[in-house]
């Protein structure tokens, strides 16, 4: 508890800084981007020091602790600023971001909830200590067996279509409930540059299509027909959705708010989510656009959302952790293919599946360091730099102009904080890499495990090599 309050503490002392009226860029020494990548640079050059990365441990995920924490408050006086005072706003993680306890139970001291689509994100986030009252359910396929507990629990539900409305029904007629329910309603604006996370296309998979033949009668009457429903929810797509497109998801989903209290003659709908999706600048250090850019354009453009009259729901994932995180490789060894210089390195398609399989939707910055972890100077070379894994494919750049990597030497694959070395994908069996947030304190760079290296009788034991050994033989 004694650690919990410290981070209160820290917290409040950071929102004291960033106080409405002052830019978020204000919070000193914590969120500028020049002081992020030194960070950055003392922690790599600590790691390989003492002794963090290795021979023995040649692939790492790092976080920045004091990073995380500033953004955290940064969102959160984002909002404070565009808002009344008193306005409820629960800024809900999206957990699949970067699915961590100690994450979690970090953003939760610095005043973020949690939002969960599966049994095991809400796992998570129950041994996070996240209270029911700041966790909000989403997901497409919520079977009733989750619907029940978290009616159970009182935490929020955002209803995804009409079968599991009249599942909700049924339910909520069965026994009295805490939570708040909402419906995910998706205002068909149309995708962002990478299909695969646009969430608001005419075929979506997600919500409510609004502009679908006699779908926003079905809403509205939904809403009449039931008191308890009280929210209305949308995620217009992540990463690659323009500002400006996230802006007029928001604003479709606020008119309707508008429209089916109006019909029902009082404010039935009592709160907004909008979702997440802030795109990250994954090309240089600068944070762009900001949660705070984001607050002022949907001030300017939908006043009426956060003029206090709507509590308010928000659940952005990688913008709050993508530039936080550092993954770091030593190369285990340097050679050349047809002429081209390859740098074999631990870090692959088990850490960046999404750079691996999708280079151009997913690009990352790289950075070389030296065997020291000191950054690696001298001429560019285009090289390519390669994962551990058995397939061509696995690379994490192609081509790249950086000093020529040597044996020996590390890499860093920067902003890997949110769906990338959290999210790991067993191909080859490779182990699971320990992940550590990082604190200065002084000169000092410490060290903390957020998530131990997997073992390989871990591996064993997940492949079967339990009880399971002999299952096969004797069928
Ligand atoms: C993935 C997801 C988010 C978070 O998206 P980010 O791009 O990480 O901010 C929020 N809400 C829902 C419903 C999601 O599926």
Redesign the pocket.
């Known amino acids: 508890m004694a650690h919990d309050e410290d981070d209160e503490q820290q917290t409040q002392d950071l929102r004291a800084a960033a106080a409405p009226g002052t830019t978020p860029a204000a919070v000193p020494g914590t969120t500028s981007a020049a002081d992020r990548a030194d960070r950055r640079d003392q922690a790599v050059r600590a790691a390989v020091e003492q002794g963090v990365v290795g021979p023995a441990a040649p692939v790492v995920g790092l976080l920045d602790i004091a990073g995380i924490r500033a953004s955290a408050a940064a969102l959160r006086a984002a909002f404070e600023a565009a808002t009344p005072p008193g306005t409820p706003v629960l800024h809900a993680f999206?957990v699949?971001?970067t699915p961590l306890v100690p994450v979690l139970r970090l953003l939760r001291a610095a005043g973020i909830g949690a939002?969960v689509?599966s049994p095991g994100e809400l796992a998570l986030a129950r041994a996070a200590g996240v209270t029911p009252a700041d966790t909000v359910l989403?997901s497409p396929a919520k079977s009733p067996a989750e619907l029940r507990q978290a009616l159970a629990l009182g935490i929020a539900v955002n209803a995804d279509n009409p079968q599991e409305l009249a599942r909700l029904d049924a339910l909520v007629q069965s026994a009295p409930t805490a939570s708040p329910v909402g419906l995910r309603v998706n205002p068909q604006i149309g995708g962002g540059s990478i299909g695969a996370l646009s969430?608001a296309t005419a075929t979506s998979k997600f919500g409510v299509p609004l502009l679908d033949e006699g779908a926003r009668q079905w809403v509205i009457q939904a809403f009449l027909d039931r008191p308890w429903l009280t929210r209305l929810h949308a995620?217009s797509g992540?990463?690659g959705m323009p500002l400006e497109m996230m802006v007029r998801g928001v604003s479709a989903t606020y008119e309707l708010a508008e429209e089916v209290n109006e019909r029902a003659g009082r404010r039935q709908i009592d709160t907004i989510d909008i979702?997440?999706?802030?795109p990250v600048n994954f090309g240089s250090d600068e944070e762009s656009p900001t949660h705070a850019q984001y607050a002022r354009r949907l001030k300017a453009r939908v006043p009426g959302l956060l003029d206090g009259r709507y509590g308010l729901v928000t659940?952005?994932?990688?913008?709050l952790l993508a530039k936080h995180g550092t993954l770091l490789a030593r190369v285990e060894y340097a050679k050349k293919a047809g002429g081209r210089p390859v740098a074999v390195t631990h870090a692959g398609v088990q850490v960046a599946t999404r750079t691996v399989y999708a280079p151009l939707s997913w690009p990352l910055r790289i950075t070389a360091y030296d065997t020291k972890g000191r950054p690696k100077t001298g001429p560019a070379v285009g090289q390519d730099v390669a994962g551990p894994a058995c397939f061509a494919g696995d690379l994490l750049a192609e081509n790249r102009p950086l000093p020529l990597l040597e044996q020996g030497d590390h890499i860093a694959a920067l902003d890997t904080g949110?769906y990338y070395f959290a999210q790991h994908y067993s191909y080859n069996s490779l182990v699971r890499p320990g992940i550590y947030g990082f604190a200065l304190h002084g000169d000092e760079v410490r060290f903390a495990a957020a998530r131990e290296p997997q073992t390989l009788d871990e591996i064993v034991a997940e492949s079967g090599g339990g009880s399971e050994r002999d299952a096969l033989r004797y069928l």
């Not at 979702?275 to 802030?278: C, K, P, Q």
């Not at 659940?315 to 913008?319: D, I, K, L, P, V």
């Open positions: 999206a699949k971001a939002e689509a989403d969430t995620h992540s990463q979702g997440g999706g802030l659940e952005f994932g990688r913008s949110a």
